[in-house]
């Protein structure tokens, strides 16, 4: 089955307590990208990737890092993570003219 | 820079037709797209205009006015089902420092 895989589903931690959100695709997409949603803000973009060792930042970058070192691969790694990061967090890759995106990860940085 | 508009919320009754609009001002624009969402998951791809006019699949229908930089989803035949968050997204080229820009979503409410 086509899918994007995050792990974890749910995660809260403490700040400044690395963590890395894992997703993973199966559809030899070239392009991923990650966003976070909060109420009222919708979908904004935090990085993307063109394809492998090919990143930008997005919309709202600040605080998160990416690697892309295999295509199937797109981590998001927050070094220090602050409360304002407490969000729901979506994996996404494109293929065609639509997006298929992962089962979100909601964090809770407290 | 991008910013979309669409409204916040819509309520209708099951087997109505209801309509979500979306407006657009973009710096660079490829086409439009809208995305269903049920309660906080995983948004899930529903159309996708690149040409003006009208594209149709089932009960859903999606509309593109270049000119005009808007666009609709039309749900027809509506069911409880369809209670979600329905998002419209602009696609900017490629290379650009953005590909996929969403609205902020219209919360679907279907009665029975």
């Known amino acids: 089955e086509a899918q994007v895989t995050q792990n974890p589903r749910y995660l809260i931690t403490v700040t400044g307590k690395k963590l890395t959100v894992t997703c993973s695709q199966n559809m030899n997409h070239e392009y991923m990208s990650w966003y976070r949603q909060d109420p009222g803000l919708g979908l904004r973009q935090i990085y993307y990737s063109m394809n492998v060792e090919v990143t930008d930042k997005g919309d709202v970058p600040e605080g998160y890092k990416v690697s892309r070192k295999e295509k199937r691969n797109f981590p998001l790694i927050l070094e220090s993570p602050s409360p304002n990061q407490t969000s729901l967090y979506f994996c996404a890759s494109k293929g065609g003219y639509g997006y298929t995106f992962g089962s979100g990860t909601r964090l809770t940085v407290v | 820079g991008q910013s979309l508009e669409q409204p916040s919320e819509v309520t209708a009754v099951e087997g109505a037709i209801v309509q979500i609009n979306c407006t657009y001002q973009t710096s660079g624009f490829y086409g439009l797209s809208w995305y269903q969402q049920h309660d906080g998951g995983a948004p899930t791809f529903l159309s996708y205009n690149g040409l003006d006019g009208l594209e149709e699949t089932g009960r859903f229908s999606s509309f593109l006015s270049r000119s005009d930089s808007y666009g609709y989803l039309l749900l027809q035949e509506l069911q409880m089902k369809d209670s979600a968050s329905y998002f419209c997204?602009?696609?900017?080229?490629?290379?650009?420092?953005?590909?996929?820009?969403f609205g902020s979503g219209t919360q679907l409410t279907v009665l029975p």
């Open positions: 997204a602009v696609r900017s080229p490629l290379g650009s420092a953005r590909q996929l820009t």
